[in-house]
């Protein structure tokens, strides 16, 4: 399987964060990777730790840019294994 470049799988990986797109829905073109091939690297990252060096650099730029309102979150729940629990 050839290899698919990390920016593409990190511009997968940020969409899919950003948009709450479903893996099967993942935008096919030239600067986007796989859904196969982001989702086996976001859990390779995840295992190896790089995951978890990579988010505060992708927040650091993004509060350089202006570009995070750390006064406004959501959360989304329908997809909770709590649902209809309570």
Not at 22 to 46: F, M, Q, T, Y
Not at 75 to 86: H, Q, T, Y
Request: charged share 20%.
């Amino acid at each position: 399987m050839p290899h698919s470049s990390f920016r593409y799988v990190l511009n997968t990986l940020l969409y899919i964060l950003r948009t709450g797109c479903r893996w099967c829905d993942v935008p096919k073109g030239e600067i986007w990777a796989s859904n196969s091939s982001a989702h086996r690297w976001l859990k390779r990252w995840e295992l190896n730790g790089t995951l978890e060096g990579l988010q505060p650099r992708i927040l650091g730029i993004g509060q350089k840019k202006g570009l995070i309102n750390w006064s406004y979150g959501a959360v989304d729940g329908s997809f909770s294994p709590w649902k209809g629990r309570w």
